[in-house]
């Protein structure tokens, strides 16, 4: 009986010992998280998610699904990502989302990302992207995908301003318009591409690109080019 209550006594030596070094280690400035490392950002600023990441406190303690739906509350924020590096270090890794295009509605601008997600509204535009133009909906709400009335329209739209990102063509454009899915027109300066549908679009921006990169003075030229045939079509006049 003495020897089971020896063994009893043991185990509740080993369970308190226990807590009380977890304790030990929750209040222990040792533990507490010192240097902050943000990694990813280009748009958003780093003190931007530093007040939103607020103070970590123990770095065992802290609930990191909290503290990524507090900084995604930056909608220009996709994703964000943790690693602690003990005793005292937090990486934090974001990832944004990239503007893309905008729309006006109602005086105002939504700006888009590059899968149509309103990031934000403004009166303004405030950097070199493409406005959006023949697209249909009729509600939108911040945070979410643009809701139109033909998503595979929209998705023709979506399809070109990746392309276009991709070949770094995206700060030229001035206008995408949808009007006729059938006749996507992108317009550069005062030149206005006709691309169709899009049966072949990576190819026609590639081309669009050649074209831009052939033409001495392609910010000063009128007309349009027809992207829709195998070999492109021209009707090009130099302004005065």
Not at 212 to 219: K, Q, V, W
Request: with cysteine; hydrophobic share 45%; charged share 20%.
């Amino acid at each position: 009986m003495s020897t089971l209550r020896g063994r009893r006594f043991k185990v509740a030596l080993i369970i308190c010992g226990t807590i009380l070094a977890f304790i030990l280690v929750l209040v222990s400035p040792f533990f507490s998280v010192t240097h902050i490392v943000i990694q990813g950002n280009a748009r958003v600023s780093q003190s931007d998610i530093r007040e939103r990441l607020g103070n970590p406190g123990n770095i065992f303690m802290l609930n990191t699904r909290q503290a990524r739906d507090r900084i995604m509350g930056n909608l220009y924020i996709g994703d964000v990502t943790f690693r602690r590096d003990f005793p005292d270090r937090l990486y934090v890794t974001v990832f944004e989302r990239r503007l893309s295009a905008y729309v006006f509605h109602m005086g105002n601008y939504l700006y888009l990302d590059d899968f149509g997600r309103v990031l934000e509204v403004r009166s303004y535009i405030s950097e070199a992207r493409p406005v959006l133009q023949g697209l249909d909906f009729q509600r939108w709400q911040l945070g979410e995908v643009l809701e139109v009335a033909n998503d595979i329209d929209f998705a023709a739209v979506v399809l070109y301003t990746q392309l276009l990102s991709t070949h770094g063509l995206i700060y030229s454009i001035s206008h995408i318009n949808v009007s006729d899915p059938s006749n996507i027109r992108i317009l550069v300066n005062y030149l206005d591409f006709h691309v169709g549908g899009v049966m072949d679009a990576d190819e026609k921006v590639r081309t669009m690109k050649e074209i831009l990169n052939e033409l001495p003075d392609a910010a000063r030229m009128r007309g349009f080019v027809n992207l829709q045939q195998i070999q492109p079509l021209f009707f090009l006049e130099l302004l005065q």
